[in-house]
């Protein structure tokens, strides 16, 4: 199944189309995008039943998942990416938060606060399940679907000391694009091994594999789990591939253009950057 946000409406594909989950539900389940994730397993069971030949609307794609109680983040989680960052590889997951207010859905545009904002496209997790001291084995049954996501990043405020600042320099307005769908695991091939992928203005930057993570979705879930309660409706980003601008010579970071960050079988996500320094 995939889900999105229809003109701020909760939809779900059928076909060509997307189905308006409320108005094809009597009323059922609520039209709030974000809802829908506390009776996760009463709307699959639903959603199953649509018809075919229900009434299909249009409109645009807005942010899937629109007010998470939690936003959190892994680090390092690609191995060529915490070697092009000159750090160890982990032993256990690099954990920071995001903040709600710095997410945005498909389309948007981003204003720039400095040229030092680097690119960062990921992976990210919906919770389905409240989730505490869940075993790697039953994890994926607390998913409700993967989406893309960018960690945008303000190098120089993410790393300005004494210690690291990375949930204040990757929560800068507009620094946590998400979109455009949610999908729902069963619908991948194989969902531990999907392509990654970003470009800017035509340009590609990053391009790896989900297989490369070095802490999994599985491994995500459930590690995080054994100290957070996790919610419904929450997300994980996952970790970014290599490619990053920080670690190239000289670095480059984001300009002015369309920003296409793209997942197998989930679709690509574009937002539109501006400068505003
Ligand atoms: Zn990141």
Redesign the pocket.
Known sequence: MRIANVNGRLAVAVGDGWVDVEQASGGAFAADPQAIYDRWADFTAWASTISVDAATVGGALGLPVPAPRQLI???LNYREHAMESNLDIPEHPVVFAKFQSSLIGPGATVTLPSDGVDW?V?LVIVIGKEAHGVAVADAWDYVAGLTVGQ?L?WRAVQLRGPAPQFSIG?SYPGFSPLGPVVVTPDEFADKNDLAISCSLNGEVLQEGRTSDLIFPVAEIVSRLSQSLTLYPGDLI?T??PKGVGAGRTPKRFLVEGSLVSSIEGVGDLTINLVNGF
């Open positions: 983040a892994i680090g960062e990921e960690d990043s990757k980003y970790g970014t």
